[in-house]
């Protein structure tokens, strides 16, 4: 079990994920998701993956295939959290994977929305897509509120109960 309090003064990213969405893979495939990953928690970011996916829903494994799945992509989240019952997801209102939130070091919700600006599944779109994830975690390390707080998550919808 994890809780935002145990991380108080340090920033905090959740994703919601489920790896057989093609949105995620586009993010995962390519090495986008685990470069943010390592960059950001080598800087102090903790970053919380969670999947919502309801038992015999897509996306839906245990800790050990959680854990077994992001080793072979390479991915280092600072947690993988199983919010199988969806009281995490719906209380966020998270609704796509991937769909990206960031708490501030005060437990201010200072960005929810989509991990870029391309809303396609083409891992090539990565290279000339606006990453609103990294330039918001660049302000907030720099002092500032995120330029971006807020915009239209896309993907596959989260496979709740």
Excluded: R
């Amino acid at each position: 079990k994890v809780s935002l309090s145990q991380f108080k003064g340090k920033l905090v990213v959740l994703e919601w994920f489920n790896h057989g969405c093609p949105f995620v893979k586009k993010h995962y495939e390519g090495g986008n998701m685990q470069s943010l990953q390592k960059t950001y928690t080598g800087q102090g970011v903790v970053w919380l993956s969670i999947c919502s996916s309801a038992e015999g829903k897509q996306g839906f494994a245990t800790g050990a295939e959680h854990l077994k799945a992001m080793e072979e992509k390479g991915a280092k989240p600072s947690y993988i959290l199983i919010d199988a019952d969806g009281k995490v997801g719906k209380l966020y209102q998270a609704k796509t994977t991937p769909h990206m939130f960031i708490v501030g070091k005060d437990g201010t919700l200072d960005y929810a929305g989509a991990i870029d600006d391309k809303e396609t599944f083409d891992a090539a779109d990565v290279k000339t897509a606006k990453n609103y994830v990294k330039a918001a975690l660049d302000d907030m390390l720099k002092g500032k509120k995120p330029s971006v707080a807020s915009t239209h998550s896309y993907g596959c919808s989260v496979k709740y109960q």
